[in-house]
């Protein structure tokens, strides 16, 4: 059975930071794609970056440049996503994405919350 399990979330004041963790079990983890995004109260879910897990390129949309990063451990299987700088407007339920070929597989979300 094929599982992604979003960790980290939480509440943090604006410029702090978080990292989430992305833990996936039940598929063969370099074959696959692991994308971030997340969906704010009220809008719709928004791609943040991604990684390829056989290369560990990365991929990011302009908002986030400089200030998330997306990492992997394929020993853990396991993909990170350090967040820094948070402004409130980062609040969101932030989910993982794993894509393979012909197949893709989401995460149950983690609550982020930057609020001071």
């Known amino acids: 059975q094929v599982q992604l399990v979003e960790s980290g979330g939480g509440m943090v004041q604006p410029g702090g930071s978080l990292r989430l963790s992305c833990a996936v079990t039940?598929?063969?983890?370099?074959?696959?794609?692991v994308r971030w995004y997340r969906q704010a109260p009220g809008k719709e879910r928004e791609l943040i970056g991604g990684i390829s897990n056989a290369s560990g390129m990365t991929t990011y949309r302009d908002f986030v440049k400089g200030r998330f990063a997306i990492s992997r451990d394929s020993a853990k299987s396991t993909v990170y996503l350090q967040m820094n700088a948070l402004q409130p407007e980062d609040t969101a339920v932030y989910y993982c994405?794993?894509?393979?070929?012909?197949?893709?597989?989401w995460g149950q979300g983690t609550q982020v919350t930057v609020s001071s």
């Open positions: 994405k794993a894509s393979g070929v012909g197949d893709e597989y």
């Open positions: 039940g598929l063969v983890f370099n074959s696959y794609i």
